[in-house]
């Protein structure tokens, strides 16, 4: 934890009991606006923020690795004007957090079809993560064009095309040849999953990865999310006992 906010919100969590990686199913932006009577594209605009404070608190408590679902494979299915807007969102976020990810030691990294999103989206994309690519304070993964199922799918063709040409033996297939070609390879599972705006589901996210990650549901929609809630929640975190199908203490 940085020394320059022991002393604020952040002084009543254990450093030694914090989650390494937090998942973040960020859902309610459309809620949030119709509540307003705004359009939807309004709920992005501040989910937009939401997710500025997010990555700035989780850099300040000192999580490793923060994973965000920012557009799964299903949201291209939205009105081809909602699905713009949120490029641009994603683009101009790229572009206004390059230099707090460089001060602040964050490395960005994506996962899912990144080869589907829109070229100039790509290009600020990928700039960002080369720019960041030494930093090792915080990995914020944001996860775009991402499904689990489609994630599962490469990762068995992958392994198909290994066995057909010799590389892997079936026999040796297990859990971690699995991990290994999921694009979450380099990055271990996630500890705590919180999703915001009280739906219990997953969405097809990350499921192989989440076989034993805590699960906190907020009725809170993500625009009104903030770092007191975040707090909250990793406080409710250090309670639980993880026992990973084994007996507890
Ligand atoms: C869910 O709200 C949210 C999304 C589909 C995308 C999340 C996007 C952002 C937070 C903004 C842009 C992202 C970045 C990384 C800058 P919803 O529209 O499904 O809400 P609803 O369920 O209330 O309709």
Redesign the pocket.
């Known amino acids: 934890m940085n020394s320059n906010t022991s002393s604020s919100i952040y002084k009543d969590l254990d450093p030694a009991k914090l989650p390494s990686h937090v998942a973040i199913i960020?859902?309610?932006?459309?809620?949030?606006a119709k509540k307003r009577l705004f359009n939807?594209i309004k709920?992005?605009e501040k989910?937009?923020e939401?997710?500025r404070t997010i990555v700035r608190a989780c850099r300040e408590i000192g999580i490793s690795y923060l994973t965000?679902?920012?557009?799964?494979t299903e949201?291209w299915q939205r009105p081809r004007s909602e699905v713009a807007a949120?490029m641009t969102?994603?683009k101009k976020?790229l572009k206004s957090e390059q230099k707090e990810m460089l001060d602040n030691n964050i490395r960005l990294y994506a996962i899912g079809q990144i080869e589907r999103l829109p070229e100039d989206v790509r290009q600020v994309l990928y700039k960002a993560m080369t720019l960041t690519k030494k930093n090792n304070g915080m990995l914020l993964v944001?996860a775009l064009s991402y499904g689990g199922r489609a994630e599962i799918v490469r990762m068995v063709k992958e392994i198909a095309i290994k066995t057909k040409d010799g590389s892997i033996d079936p026999d040796s297939i297990a859990p971690e040849i699995i991990s290994k070609h999921l694009y979450t390879s380099e990055i271990p599972d996630p500890d705590l999953l919180i999703r915001t705006?009280g739906e219990m589901r997953i969405s097809n996210f990350l499921l192989w990865q989440i076989a034993y990650t805590e699960i906190y549901v907020t009725d809170t929609?993500?625009p009104d999310f903030g770092k007191n809630e975040l707090v909250r929640i990793l406080q409710d975190y250090q309670q639980r006992e993880r026992r990973f199908g084994k007996v507890g203490n």
Do not use: E, I, P
């Open positions: 960020m859902d309610g932006n459309g809620r949030w939807r709920g992005h989910g937009s939401t997710v965000l679902y920012a557009f799964s949201n949120l969102l994603l976020f944001l705006s929609l993500w």
